[in-house]
């Protein structure tokens, strides 16, 4: 597979688990009433930065394809 389609695609991945983290973290509960199903803060920052850091590791992945990508043009042309 292409490495900058994987490095796309973990990107895309990496900005859901983000997503749903923050989705989660939205709807706690405010208050101490029992509204709500209860979530562990602590464990949604430990997802919000594991996608934080995917992203960040795809990223450098998408930019390190498109270099071999363009030195392979250089070379061949």
Same mark, same amino acid.
């Given at each position: 597979?292409?490495?900058?389609?994987?490095?796309?695609?973990?990107? $895309? /991945? *990496?900005?859901? #688990?983000?997503?749903?983290?923050?989705?989660? %973290? $939205? /709807? *706690?509960?405010? #208050?101490?009433?029992?509204?709500?199903?209860? %979530?562990?803060?602590?464990?949604?920052?430990?997802?919000?930065?594991?996608?934080?850091?995917?992203?960040?590791?795809?990223?450098?992945?998408?930019?390190?394809?498109?270099?071999?990508?363009?030195?392979?043009?250089?070379?061949?042309?």
């Amino acid at each position: 597979m292409n490495p900058i389609n994987m490095a796309t695609d973990g990107m $895309a /991945r *990496a900005q859901a #688990s983000v997503e749903r983290s923050a989705n989660r %973290i $939205a /709807r *706690a509960p405010t #208050s101490l009433d029992g509204g709500g199903d209860a %979530i562990s803060l602590s464990d949604e920052m430990v997802n919000l930065m594991i996608g934080q850091n995917a992203y960040a590791m795809n990223l450098k992945m998408l930019k390190a394809g498109a270099e071999l990508q363009r030195k392979l043009i250089d070379i061949l042309a």
